[in-house]
């Protein structure tokens, strides 16, 4: 572990020191270091945050486990190759212990990384102590107050548990102990139809468990395109052991064995009805980390504990409009609220050292993908259709809308793994992509290339003449983009005529 440096002769013991070693403060202090800042990075917890600790990295690895076991569990789909296997087993055990290891070797990885760019890792709890000025109590219960001359908060977020649920870490817990798989329920309640009570859903059904799905809004999987949506509910939801229903909310969880649920309607709050499951997991999203920042020692008001930032990553004193920045303070990632993507708060924080650089530079969240890596996949970049139809409305163009099928792939047909759909949205007078969902094998894979036309804001037309190897599942973009060409053409010369 790096030592924290005496305090030196100058104003500022630090550069930069960053609150948070999750994926966002990570990739800042190491862009900060390289560039020649002397800079520090305080964590009270496991270095690497949310998403190698808790998030993305155990439960890709609890997917990629269950997802084989799925794959050799299905006798039809492995007929239509000639292939015959024996029954699956499984040991929980060990499928737990892969995703532990590799948690441990990111971490690590992660830490050595810091370590050799020259930054300095400091344990504890850190918090602003005034402009600044960084406190960082030890777990000893020392505390240390450092100057720098710049302050990056990347404290990140947790699950986020409504009122009326209790929590045992045991029978009713969040994604936090999900991960480490300590048992397999044999009837468990996912509350939350989004990207992680869908992933959850994969792993458990893949290794025998039951699942009911409850979600509170009026339909299944609501932050997803409509039209992937009821696609995807029918190979993921409909046609897994999993019960789904939606404009229920589970008014009290109470652990215990069994766990007791009472379900109300979301409209009316009249009781529904009352379950006794094994174990109940809450994905109902999560919250910022903010509250011990002492935010309001430089003057900021956080909205429902976000903090307010612009597109450089300053601070900014509130989230109401022209608002003041707030000198030598930045922040990243999930306690911003913008996009809560480890992806994103990479991102944001190079962005954010870069303008400390004085590189002025802006994110740009439409180009920025998203991914649910159930089996298949979906993803997504850039404007969801209703964006995309009020963007047209208000600037006056018409807006196009073309589907390429995975029935019509070649790979995908070879994979015997056809179902799927893309959907690619565009501007029909200049041929600008807006945005694109995928459900389908490797969704997640094929949505970069769509993220870098929208970054870049290319049209169709010029993308259209780009060559995909064959066969391959990209052919499905290069399908969508000639469909989309063929649409701005045929506009412009209706136009003309």
Not at 26 to 51: N, P, Q
């Amino acid at each position: 572990m790096t030592a924290a440096p005496a305090p030196t002769n100058g104003p500022f013991d630090f550069d930069l020191i960053v609150i948070g070693a999750g994926y966002g403060g990570f990739d800042a202090a190491k862009h900060a270091a390289e560039h020649g800042l002397k800079v520090a990075i305080v964590e009270s917890r496991d270095m690497g945050g949310t998403c190698v600790n808790r998030g993305c990295v155990p439960s890709k690895a609890l997917l990629a486990a269950s997802g084989r076991v799925r794959e050799l569990a299905d006798a039809e789909h492995l007929r239509g190759f000639g292939i015959h296997a024996a029954p699956v087993r499984f040991e929980r055990q060990a499928i737990a212990d892969h995703a532990a290891q590799l948690v441990a070797t990111i971490r690590t990885n992660l830490t050595k990384t810091l370590e050799r760019a020259g930054a300095t890792i400091l344990r504890g709890k850190g918090r602003l102590e005034g402009a600044q000025r960084v406190a960082v109590r030890e777990a000893s219960g020392v505390e240390r107050v450092y100057a720098a001359r710049e302050v990056i908060l990347a404290t990140g977020s947790d699950p986020f548990v409504p009122p009326g649920i209790e929590t045992d870490g045991r029978t009713v817990f969040t994604s936090d102990e999900a991960i480490n798989l300590e048992w397999l329920p044999r009837w468990i309640t996912i509350i939350g139809s989004g990207y992680i009570g869908l992933e959850f859903a994969d792993v458990y059904t893949a290794l025998g468990c039951e699942v009911t799905m409850i979600e509170a809004l009026d339909r299944v999987m609501p932050t997803f395109d409509p039209d992937i949506a009821k696609l995807a509910a029918r190979r993921l939801i409909e046609g897994r052991d999993v019960e789904a229903r939606s404009g229920v909310l589970a008014k009290t969880i109470t652990p215990g064995c069994p766990v007791i649920i009472e379900l109300v309607d979301m409209a009316t709050r009249e009781p529904v009805e009352t379950l006794e499951v094994d174990a109940v997991l809450v994905a109902t999203g999560r919250v910022p980390v903010s509250q011990e920042l002492n935010l309001a020692s430089v003057g900021v008001a956080t909205q429902r504990g976000f903090i307010p930032v612009d597109d450089t990553m300053r601070v900014l004193a509130s989230a109401e409009p022209g608002a003041a920045v707030v000198p030598h303070l930045w922040a990243v990632g999930d306690v911003t609220g913008k996009m809560m993507l480890a992806h994103t708060a990479a991102a944001q924080g190079t962005v954010a050292v870069d303008n400390i650089l004085g590189h002025a530079r802006r994110i740009d969240y439409r180009s920025i993908p998203a991914a649910t890596f159930t089996h298949p996949e979906i993803s997504s970049v850039g404007l969801s259709e209703a964006e995309a139809r009020e963007l047209a409305s208000s600037e006056g163009f018409e807006l196009g809308s073309v589907r390429s099928y995975f029935k019509a792939n070649t790979k995908a047909l070879a994979e015997l793994e056809s179902d799927g759909l893309m959907k690619l949205l565009f501007r029909k007078d200049t041929g600008e992509v807006l945005g694109a969902h995928i459900y389908g094998l490797h969704a997640a894979d094929l949505i970069q290339e769509i993220a870098n036309g929208v970054a870049r804001r290319q049209s169709v037309l010029q993308l259209a003449s780009e060559v995909h190897t064959h066969p391959t599942l990209s052919e499905l973009v290069e399908v969508a983009y000639k469909q989309a060409a063929a649409a701005v053409a045929s506009a412009h010369t209706t136009v003309a005529a």
